[in-house]
């Protein structure tokens, strides 16, 4: 089994910043590519951001230049760092895993998802 836990959300004010962390834990042998996506209500989930193994990074074009995704290989966790936050960001944000395990096969993994709300 795989686990990814979230943690980071709240109530945050325009124009401020949060800062996300996804762990992965259980029967790990390689995470490939880690990201995080957000669902706003009424709306399809997105691609916030991306980030490889080796650390080549993708973002969703409403977050270029305000939001950083970096990970720790080593602690098997992605971090979030959002900037300039504004209330188009609310959303459920959902962290994503493509894992091999140690037993077993390669499959995608996901966070239960953690609340941001941006007041304006």
């Known amino acids: 089994q795989v686990q990814l836990v979230e943690s980071g959300g709240g109530l945050v004010q325009a124009g401020g910043s949060r800062r996300l962390s996804c762990a992965a834990s259980?029967?790990?042998?390689?995470?490939?590519?880690m990201g995080w996506y957000r669902q706003a209500p009424g709306k399809q989930r997105e691609l916030v951001a991306h980030?490889?193994?080796?650390?080549?990074?993708n973002y969703g074009d409403s977050v270029k230049g305000r939001f950083t995704i970096s990970r720790d290989n080593a602690k098997n966790t992605v971090h979030l760092q959002m900037n300039s936050l504004n209330p188009e960001d609310t959303a459920v944000y959902y962290c994503?895993?493509?894992?091999?395990?140690?037993?077993?096969?390669?499959?995608?993994?996901w966070g239960q998802g953690t609340q941001v709300t941006v007041s304006s």
């Open positions: 259980g029967t790990i042998r390689t995470i490939y590519a």
């Open positions: 980030i490889t193994s080796g650390g080549n990074t």
């Open positions: 994503n895993a493509d894992v091999q395990r140690i037993i077993g096969g390669r499959n995608d993994y």
